[in-house]
C-alpha cells in the first residue's frame, strides 16, 4: 500500500468531525460552474469523494441530481445523514479508481472537491471522460491554505515548532497564484473548453475550532501524539495572548472546468 493510499483513507477516521470542520466552499464558484454549464435547471452528476456532503449540498440545492462515490464507509454514511432532506442525492460507499455505474446513462457533469488529487493519476481523466455523456463538464479544485502580504502571521511564527516535530513545509502559496493543470487537462486530448478560475475567502477560527480543522487534515492525522501535543500546545498558548483569541486562515481554490467534445 502506497503512501498516497494510506494518507487517502486517514479521513474515514476523522468522519464525525469533518462536516463541522471543514471550510464551506464560497458561493461564487458554484455561480461560476453553473453558469459554464449554461444554468440547466436539472443536471445529472457524478461527485466523487464527497466525504460528509459539503459540495454535494450546494449541488443538490440547485436541483441537480447527484451520485456521490466515496472511499470511506464512516464518511459516506455521514453524507447520508447530511443531505437526507434533500431529494436525488445517492451516496454509494466505493472507489472512483474502479467504480462502474449499475447502468451507463453518463452524466453531465463528473465533480471532485479536494479530492481529485487523491485519484490515481494514470487513469482519473480517462475515468472521468468515460463517465461522461458527450458535451459533459469536469469540474474539479481543492481547498488550499493560502498566506496573503496582510495574512495572520502566526502561520510563518510557527514555522519554527514545525520544524523542531520534523514536520517542516516549503514556500506558502498566494491568494490567485496556485498552480493550475490545464495543461495536464489538454495533453490528454480527451476535453476541450480548458479553463481554470481561482478564488479566496478567509474563515476565522478559536482554538478549539482550529485543532478541530488540523485534525481532519491527513498529515496531521498521521502524526504521532507527542508531535500533535507539542504543537497544538504552542498554538493555543500563541492564541491565548490574543485580545480576540483566534486565528485568520485564508483558503484558495483554482475551479478547473474542461468539457468532453460532442464528437471523438
Not at 457524478?46 to 456521490?68: D, F, N, Y
Not at 490545464?182 to 482554538?207: K, P
Not at 498529515?219 to 504521532?224: E, K, L, N, T, Y
Not at 483566534?246 to 467534445?261: D, E, F, K, N, Q
Amino acid at each position: 500500500m502506497t503512501d498516497r493510499t494510506e494518507l487517502r483513507r486517514t479521513f474515514d477516521s476523522a468522519a464525525t468531525r469533518y462536516h463541522g470542520a471543514r471550510p464551506r466552499y464560497p458561493h461564487e464558484l458554484f455561480a461560476v460552474l453553473a453558469t459554464y454549464l449554461g444554468n440547466p435547471a436539472e443536471l445529472d452528476v457524478l461527485e466523487v469523494g464527497p466525504a460528509t456532503g459539503i459540495a454535494t449540498i450546494p449541488l443538490a440545492e440547485r436541483g441537480w441530481r447527484v451520485t456521490g462515490i466515496e472511499l470511506g464507509a464512516d464518511l459516506a454514511d455521514q453524507a447520508r445523514a447530511n443531505t437526507a432532506h434533500l431529494a436525488g442525492v445517492e451516496i454509494v460507499t466505493g472507489s472512483f479508481d474502479v467504480w462502474e455505474p449499475p447502468a451507463w446513462g453518463g452524466f453531465d457533469l463528473v465533480v471532485a472537491a479536494t479530492s481529485w488529487h487523491w485519484l490515481d493519476p494514470t487513469t482519473r481523466y480517462q475515468r472521468a471522460h468515460r463517465h461522461l455523456r458527450p458535451g459533459g463538464v469536469l469540474a474539479y479544485w481543492s481547498a488550499t491554505h493560502v498566506l496573503p502580504d496582510d495574512g495572520d502571521p502566526i502561520f510563518v511564527e510557527l514555522q519554527d515548532i514545525y520544524d523542531e516535530i520534523g514536520e517542516s513545509r516549503g514556500d506558502w502559496l498566494r491568494p490567485g497564484e496556485l498552480p493550475v493543470q490545464v495543461g495536464d487537462i489538454d495533453q490528454t486530448g480527451l476535453f476541450g473548453d480548458v479553463e481554470a478560475v481561482q478564488f479566496d475567502w478567509e474563515v476565522t477560527y478559536d482554538a478549539d475550532g482550529y485543532f478541530a480543522l488540523l485534525d481532519t487534515f491527513s498529515g496531521h492525522i498521521a502524526m504521532r501524539p507527542a508531535q500533535r501535543a507539542r504543537l497544538y500546545g504552542e498554538i493555543r498558548r500563541r492564541l491565548s495572548e490574543r485580545p480576540d483569541g483566534r486565528v485568520r486562515r485564508h483558503w484558495g481554490a483554482a475551479l478547473h472546468l474542461a468539457r468532453r467534445p460532442q464528437r471523438a
